[in-house]
């Protein structure tokens, strides 16, 4: 057998930190892993991106790995990349089986080692997660998120099993990757057989947590065996499994010491299976909540260990570092929305970050779609060779009517291009429906988009003319060459539609959310979209200040951040062990009730449940906590009118019913603001373009409105 790497968990030195001259200076010092060095701290974790799973994508996805690699990141972790047939995530997902494989693979690793930043390969073996008919497990229990039921492994099916990992890691190290990564963790397969949750076996790999470790720690033998000690292997351990059965502290501490013995160089963190009912990941997740169970771990081994989940700004991570919890930081999405977060982390530049806000729009969302991952804050993700921001040959007159998330956009792209840009906003404040959505508890990230294209602006010389209503005159005298109509969305009212919707205790959502107007005790919200349901949280939510006692000046200051739920409040919340060292099964704990500020009664006209419109990953937790908050949902309803008793309806039995409530917040939709827009007969000087929610109202959208002003710049 191949001697054990003897990697031990670094300090990081006062040398090293008077070496740095960031305000960062723990995540950017170098890890000495005996064989190798990182150069910094920071690890991009791993995502399916969706070009790992056909070969011609191949070249796509080494320019994706290049850019972050640019932008100063100290390692990388790929997709998950299964050993066989029967990991694969999905038919035909990327794999590391064969010559030709190495060869495809080899354009990654080469293109990342230029710019002298390491890379991982996941081995990922999906178990009764894979959406195939050959999937298998420790035991024949399907999933609840997949429709095939597995096939329980036999002895042999394990023990080639482990020689399929070990050929695969070889195969990687051929392909000149750093290291490998065995994913332990979030319910996939080796998760599978750690946990009583699914391995149920009464032979030698289920039972105890020795017999049901034994599956994980001979795939890392075999794999250290077949790779030598001069590679990097790291373990993804699920830490806190969130579901029922699921593993208690000391087993997870048991299953990391026998990782190290079995020659692990880094101990990933997992947290929560894909079937948990515990949101992880998602923007209502407070920063850094998981990261006690981390240091728990790390206190337990001598190897490097590395924090995961919701960490996507600086401090954040140095915190975790500077007090000793962990020894590198793993951020994933976060690399998405910025390459250059590590460079400008290093420079100090943190307000130029654009910070991933947790939306899931434009990675997992599409992951379940199969469709490439992109990022909803930057549509260059995954896109590197296509959407290029080229420096213009012939630099234009440029304005852009609307500073909404389209045309700041817009603006910041095509000043960085070199084009003369100025942005028109007829409000006092950038940022559009962003303002609306960062005062809803949960999204306090979107103040973080706001910042970040308001520094963007400035730093690419971005003229701002605030307070401006732009009218007609105004555009023919600038000389422009292009102009971008970029006026968003007024929300739809129902004045004249409905009886009733003049009263003053009907508002619109824009109304209450930019603090303007307040709402009573009960309150009925008409239209359960999104932005219903965002509605419905405001109202109900204990926590964060309500907004007309902040005042509409306190949200136009840049810098005001609202305090977000403490950890321990939402941790109560959900239902999750506010203890590190958890005895319970999978750190699980019975939810504490929600006392909500208000009563709220949610509806809409279509029948069927609510809220089956939101996205994949996030709409169950918004589902959830509007349940949990006591909104009594209505569908299939009938408005007949207002009156100053509260709002009538037809209710889904066909009965008229008064609900008596003191006010109406109306979320019914919204309209185009796109009047400026000229026809074609009007034959104007200059080249105009509609981008955003001023082009198509109809699921107004960030990520399309913000794609649509980075392809316009792109292509002036
Ligand atoms: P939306 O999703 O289109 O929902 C509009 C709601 O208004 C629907 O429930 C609709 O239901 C109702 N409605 C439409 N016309 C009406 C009328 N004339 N009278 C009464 N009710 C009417 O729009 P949104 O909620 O404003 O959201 C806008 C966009 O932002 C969406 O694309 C959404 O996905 C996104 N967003 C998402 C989230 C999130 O995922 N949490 C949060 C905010 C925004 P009926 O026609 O059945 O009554
Ligand atoms: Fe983050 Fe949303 Fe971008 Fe995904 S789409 S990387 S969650 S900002």
Redesign the pocket.
């Given at each position: 057998m191949a001697a054990v790497a003897t990697t031990t968990a670094q300090k990081i030195t006062t040398t090293d930190i008077e070496e740095s001259s960031s305000p960062y200076p723990h995540i950017l010092a170098p890890l000495d892993l005996g064989f190798t060095t990182l150069k910094n701290r920071i690890v991009m974790g791993s995502m399916h991106t969706g070009l790992e799973d056909r070969f011609y994508n191949y070249g796509k996805l080494a320019a994706y790995f290049a850019r972050r690699a640019e932008g100063g990141v100290g390692m990388m972790i790929t997709g998950g990349i299964s050993p066989n047939r029967e990991g694969w995530l999905l038919p035909a997902g990327g794999t590391m089986n064969t010559k030709a494989d190495v060869l495809n693979h080899r354009r990654v690793t080469q293109a990342v080692h230029k710019h002298d930043s390491k890379i991982i390969m996941q081995i990922l073996h999906s178990g009764r997660y894979g959406y195939h008919p050959f999937s298998v497990s420790s035991s024949a229990i399907k999933s609840p998120i997949t429709p095939f039921k597995p096939r329980k492994m036999s002895i042999k099916n394990i023990e080639q099993t482990i020689e399929d990992y070990a050929r695969c890691a070889t195969l990687a190290k051929e392909a000149g990757y750093d290291g490998v990564e065995i994913m332990g963790s979030e319910g996939y397969l080796l998760n599978q057989f750690l946990s009583s949750h699914v391995n149920q076996r009464s032979d030698e790999y289920g039972g105890d947590i020795y017999a049901r470790m034994k599956f994980p720690l001979n795939v890392v033998r075999a794999v250290r065996e077949a790779v030598g000690s001069d590679f990097i292997i790291i373990f993804r351990l699920s830490m806190l499994d969130l579901v029922k059965d699921g593993n208690v502290m000391d087993e997870v501490i048991t299953v990391a010491k026998a990782l190290e013995e079995a020659g692990v160089t880094i101990i990933n963190t997992g947290i929560g299976w894909h079937e948990a009912r515990v949101p992880t990941i998602v923007t209502s997740v407070p920063r850094a909540a998981f990261v006690d169970f981390t240091h728990e771990v790390k206190k337990h081994v001598s190897i490097p260990v590395m924090a995961s989940n919701r960490i996507n700004m600086p401090e954040t991570a140095e915190n975790i570092l500077a007090q000793g919890q962990a020894d590198l930081i793993q951020m994933a999405r976060p690399f998405l929305a910025d390459p250059d977060w590590v460079n400008k982390a290093k420079t100090g530049d943190t307000d130029r970050i654009n910070t991933c806000i947790a939306c899931n729009q434009a990675c997992l969302d599409h992951t379940f779609q199969h469709k490439r991952s992109t990022c909803l804050v930057n549509p260059q993700a995954c896109y590197e060779t296509e959407l290029v921001y080229k420096k213009s040959k012939k630099p234009q007159k440029v304005a852009v009517v609307g500073g909404g998330v389209a045309g700041m956009s817009a603006a910041t792209v095509a000043a960085k291009r070199g084009h003369d840009v100025t942005l028109f906003e007829a409000r006092d404040v950038l940022g559009g429906q962003f303002n609306y959505?960062k005062v809803v508890p949960g999204k306090e990230e979107f103040f973080e988009t706001i910042r970040y294209f308001t520094t963007e602006l400035a730093h690419q010389g971005v003229t701002i003319h605030l307070n401006t209503k732009v009218d007609k005159a105004l555009l023919d005298d600038g000389g422009f060459d292009h102009i971008i109509i970029a006026t968003g969305v007024v929300p739809?009212s129902?004045a004249g539609?409905l009886e009733g919707a003049e009263l003053p205790q009907v508002i619109s959502y824009a109304d209450l959310l930019s603090g303007k107007k307040t709402v009573g005790q009960t309150v009925a919200v008409?239209?359960?979209?999104?932005?219903?349901?965002?509605v419905s949280e405001y109202l109900t939510a204990n926590h964060g200040q309500p907004l007309h006692e902040l005042g509409e000046e306190t949200l136009k200051d840049p810098d005001y951040r609202p305090t977000p739920q403490p950890i321990e409040d939402w941790r109560e919340e959900w239902g999750v062990t506010l203890d590190s060292d958890y005895q319970t099964d999978g750190g699980l704990v019975k939810r504490e009730p929600i006392t909500p500020v208000r009563q709220v009664y949610l509806m809409?006209?279509?029948a069927g449940r609510l809220g089956a419109?939101?996205?994949k990953t996030?709409g169950w937790v918004?589902r959830a906590h509007i349940k949990s908050h006591g909104v009594i949902q209505i569908s299939g309803v009938q408005?007949e009118k207002i009156t100053t008793e509260g709002i009538w309806i037809t209710n889904p039995q066909g009965h008229s019913q008064l609900l008596r409530v003191d006010s109406v917040v109306v979320?019914?939709?919204?309209e185009s603001v796109n009047e400026l827009m000229p026809n074609v007969a009007d034959a104007p000087n200059a080249e105009y373009h509609l981008i955003g929610g001023a082009k198509l109202a109809a699921?107004?959208?960030a990520k399309r409105a913000i794609r649509d002003g980075a392809e316009v710049a792109a292509a002036i």
């Open positions: 959505a739809r129902l539609r008409i239209g359960a979209g999104g932005i219903g349901f965002d809409q006209r279509s419109g939101l996205n996030t918004h408005y979320c019914a939709g919204q699921e107004l959208d």
